[in-house]
């Protein structure tokens, strides 16, 4: 599995786009990237996932970098329901199902 | 669609004793996992389920820690016993049938969680 590494905070103004990067320098070709987030006191939520091509679904846009190297996960309208930690995980299909959560970013969205 | 169900969702013990957690995933999913996540850190894997066999169990704690799926669908979590570092919360998650074939990770639906406190 590929090592992810995150900042570990971000602020957001309410209403603006969230960006919060994700490097997966040694991902290989078949590992997806999936972001996921963790509300406080509440259990992670799957966000968007993708292989190569950009992703867009109702909650939010995923980017990856051509060489796959790195990728950006965008909330383009960032609300203060949207603070939370956010996880980046970077991984192949491993024989089982589970998913290796790193630190993740805490993302702040500020009134 | 109902959530991953979880109880209790607090609780509080001394070390040394017993506790035991409560899942009930979604219905008709195959696969159910139990992660512990201790303060500041994300979500670790004790144990994958699909159906009542046991998938992945490399992480759980197994002088202390047991887990079962009899029927294939509730789980209970179980710490026997209990020590101070236990203190966490524990999640449970579950996703449909996982295949060993599929190129991508099946998606995971996580419960509240129970958090536990060991003094």
């Known amino acids: 599995d590929a090592k992810t590494t995150q900042p570990p905070s971000m602020d957001c103004a309410e209403g603006r786009a969230a960006n919060l990067p994700c490097n997966h320098s040694?991902?290989?070709?078949?590992?997806?990237v999936y972001w996921y987030r963790q509300i406080h006191s509440q259990g992670p939520q799957y966000i968007i996932h993708?292989?190569?091509n950009n992703e867009t679904n109702e909650m939010a846009s995923l980017i990856i970098t051509e060489d796959r190297k790195s990728s950006t996960l965008i909330l383009p309208h960032a609300t203060l329901r949207d603070t939370a930690v956010y996880y980046c995980?970077?991984?192949?299909?491993?024989?089982?199902?589970?998913?290796?959560f790193g630190t993740g970013t805490r993302l702040t969205v500020i009134p | 669609e109902a959530g991953v169900a979880q109880s209790p969702r607090y609780k509080i013990i001394e070390k040394r004793q017993s506790v035991a957690f409560w899942c009930n995933p979604i219905?008709?999913?195959?696969?159910l996992y139990w992660y512990q996540q201790i303060l500041g850190q994300g979500p670790k894997l004790l144990i994958q389920?699909?159906?009542?066999?046991?998938?992945?169990d490399s992480q759980l704690p197994k002088d202390r820690f047991s887990a079962e799926r009899l029927k294939g669908v509730d789980s209970t979590l179980k710490i026997q016993p209990a020590k101070l570092e236990d203190s966490a919360v524990y999640l449970c998650?579950?996703?449909?049938?996982?295949?060993?074939?599929?190129?991508?990770?099946?998606?995971?639906?996580f419960g509240p969680g129970t958090r536990l406190l060991v003094l």
């Open positions: 389920f699909q159906n009542n066999g046991v998938v992945d």
């Open positions: 040694t991902i290989s070709g078949n590992e997806y």
């Open positions: 998650a579950s996703s449909t049938r996982w295949s060993a074939g599929s190129p991508k990770k099946e998606t995971q639906y």
């Open positions: 993708g292989l190569k």
């Open positions: 995980i970077a991984e192949g299909q491993t024989g089982a199902n589970n998913l290796f």
């Open positions: 219905s008709g999913h195959a696969t």
